[in-house]
């Protein structure tokens, strides 16, 4: 771990041994990332080129189904990471809960470039709700088929809550 992800780890009170706790593993930033387009909110997004392509398979399948995913957040940068813990500490949450729900910067999926939030019409993005939708139900039978798979089920060994709209490309 660099001393930049050092000092960020320092002043978020997340302890050294956040890797060896949570197991889960370092992301470096990539080299490669490209514009996937807006995300719900109007804000623009990216992946990594290879994530990219197989988002924009997967999403055309889907719809090819009449299902309509949409993302929440795909790549995050190390500062990007920082502020989303900085904001929910600001509004009194601890740092144990907040990493329950946020990964320590370097460690979050979305900092590889090959992560999504998803969601779809009439369900509130990041909530369990999606679980219900036909839209999860899609991605549990045809996001492999992409390189995509549900990176935090229920009871998952590290520590992460259940994200049924987080969906990890890997090649």
């Not at 089920?153 to 520590?159: I, S």
């Amino acid at each position: 771990m660099d001393v930049t992800l050092r000092g960020y780890h320092a002043e978020l009170g997340i302890s050294p041994t956040y890797a060896e706790n949570t197991r889960l593993p370092f992301h470096p930033t990539p080299d490669d990332l490209v514009d996937i387009g807006l995300d719900c909110y109007g804000r623009p997004q990216s992946l990594r080129s290879d994530a990219a392509a197989a988002w924009h398979a997967m999403r055309e399948d889907a719809s090819m189904d009449s299902i309509q995913l949409l993302v929440v957040s795909a790549y995050r940068s190390l500062e990007y990471q920082v502020e989303v813990i900085r904001r929910q500490l600001d509004d009194g949450k601890t740092i144990e809960d907040i990493l329950t729900r946020v990964a320590a910067p370097g460690f979050s999926e979305h900092h590889s470039g090959c992560a999504l939030d998803l969601t779809t019409p009439g369900y509130e993005a990041v909530e369990e709700e999606f679980e219900s939708s036909p839209a999860f139900k899609w991605l549990v039978t045809n996001a492999s088929k992409h390189g995509f798979h549900l990176s935090y089920p229920r009871d998952n060994p590290f520590g992460v809550i259940y994200e049924p709209w987080h969906w990890c490309y890997s090649e």
